[in-house]
């Protein structure tokens, strides 16, 4: 599977000056509603914060519509400043709220390990998920609420306010048939709530930060001794599901093919590996309507379209393979809104049907060719939803 990049380098730092200057330039908080016919009230707001890419809803097999997004945050203040928390807001109400050890584990400052604290100048990530009952009318806009405390305190600077407001995409999500067939496929490094392999990727592509993965699965398969590996985890043969066809989740065109890529020998990832080889040999279907399907690390030599072509829904595309960024056979799969595997962001999707048996809690150890430690809930069939991280799943 895909490990978590490095986070890109810091922001530089910028220098807040207590003048008049600084109070025309810095940018204006959005605090509680004005009344009628005030001003909004103008505060300095040390650390700046936008939404990367506007949320997008998807109905998962929890029975629930998850929000997932990414905020985007930069400490213009010269002092160090730690976060306390990141709160959600819809139409005033709290519906999120990330804090303390819980806000460590889903932030990223540029140039450092996951964590609270910014340096001065210096950016960081922050992974959202916030969740509706499936039946819950979903909101129209969010909004932010952002405590912080400074190292060197300011009294011109605010220390609780709102950011990064944002709209909220409330169309339902695609429904694609499954990209493989069969039981005991494991949904590895998938959404929503935790920072996962996919889940904690915000590359810097193209001079902008873009989250193509924010909804990609891994997909590995189980034997029927509940292991991924069946003798040496470090021969490619040694997984019975290498060599399983890849099939098209939806009609449309194809518009990336990438093939003769060497197979990455299991057990390790290649090095200096760069960005348009990360998904190894792989194809990218047009779906229509900004949707986008990307299926990677095929087999070398497998893929059965061209550039150009026509597919269907069900038609075979290659056979999963190990090409690329990659240690151990999978699909990748993901929706992204271009045609661009890494220049784009993540949309979310559903599949048409899918049966829940369990739920794998040892997955580093299972890739190392343990056998699966499996929680027993939950269980079911399902239609039209997303299956969640580390769930297994028979198509």
């Known amino acids: 599977m895909e490990p978590v990049p490095p986070p890109i380098n810091n922001l530089p730092g910028v220098k807040l000056r207590a003048s008049i200057l600084s109070l025309a330039v810095a940018l204006a908080a959005l605090g509680a509603a004005p009344a009628a016919g005030a001003a909004p009230k103008e505060v300095l707001t040390p650390v700046i914060a936008r939404v990367i890419a506007t949320p997008e809803a998807v109905l998962a097999d929890d029975g629930r519509r998850h929000l997932a997004y990414e905020l985007e945050l930069a400490n213009r203040a010269p002092s160090k400043i730690t976060l306390r928390s990141i709160q959600t807001l819809a139409g005033g109400r709290v519906v999120g709220s990330l804090a303390g050890a819980r806000l460590a584990e889903m932030m990223v400052p540029y ?34 609420r952002i405590s912080i405390v400074e190292s060197d305190p300011s009294p011109a600077n605010a220390h609780r306010y709102l950011a990064a407001p944002s709209p909220v995409i409330r169309r339902p999500a695609v429904v694609l048939a499954p990209p493989l067939r069969g039981p005991g496929w494991v949904v590895a490094n998938g959404c929503c709530a935790d920072f996962t392999a996919h889940r904690g990727t915000v590359l810097p592509v193209n001079g902008a930060n873009h989250v193509a993965e924010r909804f990609a699965i891994d997909f590995v398969q189980l034997t029927a001794a509940n292991r991924i590996v069946d003798g040496a985890p470090d021969l490619l043969s040694s997984y019975p599901y290498f060599g399983a066809t ?87 799969f993901h929706v992204m809104d271009g045609p661009l595997p890494l ?39 399902h239609r039209r939803q997303l299956p969640l991280d580390l769930q297994i799943i028979d198509f």
């Not at 450092?112 to 499936?134: C, H, I, K, T």
């Not at 220049?343 to 979310?348: K, V």
């Not at 890739?367 to 929680?375: E, L, Y």
């Open 246 to 332: 890849v099939y098209s989740a939806s009609k449309g065109r194809v518009v990336g093919v990438v093939d003769g890529i060497p197979e990455t020998p299991a057990g390790s990832f290649p090095k200096n590996i760069g960005a348009a080889e990360a998904g190894g040999n792989h194809v990218v279907v047009d779906m229509g309507h900004g949707r986008f399907a990307f299926y990677a690390h095929l087999q070398p030599g497998s893929i059965m379209v061209r550039k150009g072509q026509r597919v269907q829904t069900g038609q075979p595309l290659g056979l999963l393979g190990n090409s690329g960024n990659s240690d151990a056979p999978h699909l990748h």
């Open 343 to 381: 220049a784009s962001n993540g949309m979310p999707y559903r599949f048409t049907g899918f049966a829940v048996r369990g739920r794998v809690t040892n997955l580093d150890a299972l890739t190392a060719g343990a056998v699966a430690a499996i929680d027993p809930k939950p269980v079911g069939p």
């Open 111 to 144: 140039g450092s390990s996951n964590g609270r604290e910014l340096a001065g100048g210096q950016g960081a990530y922050v992974v959202m998920d916030v969740s509706f009952p499936a039946k819950a009318k979903l909101p129209r806009r969010i909004v932010h």
